[in-house]
């Protein structure tokens, strides 16, 4: 059974950082693109961060140079560091598991809830 389970959402004041994790189970960890979406209130989903299997990284406008992206293969665990938080990153924080060969497999965590102040 696959299992996605995020942790480190919270309230925080502007300009304060966060730490994201997404354990995962069930799946060969370092063969799939892990990534952090993000819902707000009346919005649509958005990605926020993406790292491949090797490695490479992609982010959203909106976090370059403030969130940070990363994996620990041993652990089988997927982070997302959030620094400079501003009240517009306030949402559902979801983890999301991809590979895509001759299938498509496609995995999502229940979610964290990040809350920003000002």
């Known amino acids: 059974q696959v299992q996605l389970v995020e942790s480190g959402g919270g309230l925080v004041q502007a300009g304060g950082s966060l730490r994201l994790s997404c354990a995962t189970s069930?799946?060969?960890?370092?063969?799939?693109?892990m990534a952090w979406y993000r819902q707000a209130p009346g919005k649509q989903r958005e990605l926020v961060a993406r790292i491949t299997s090797e490695g490479s990284t992609n982010y959203a406008d909106s976090v370059k140079g403030r969130f940070t992206i990363s994996r620990d293969n041993a652990e089988n665990t997927v982070y997302l560091q959030m620094n400079s938080l501003k009240p517009e990153d306030t949402a559902a924080y979801s983890c999301?598991?991809?590979?895509?060969?001759?299938?498509?497999?496609?995995?999502w965590g229940q979610g964290t809830q990040v809350t920003v102040s000002s």
């Open positions: 999301n598991a991809r590979r895509v060969t001759t299938l498509t497999r496609d995995y």
């Open positions: 069930g799946i060969v960890f370092s063969l799939y693109t």
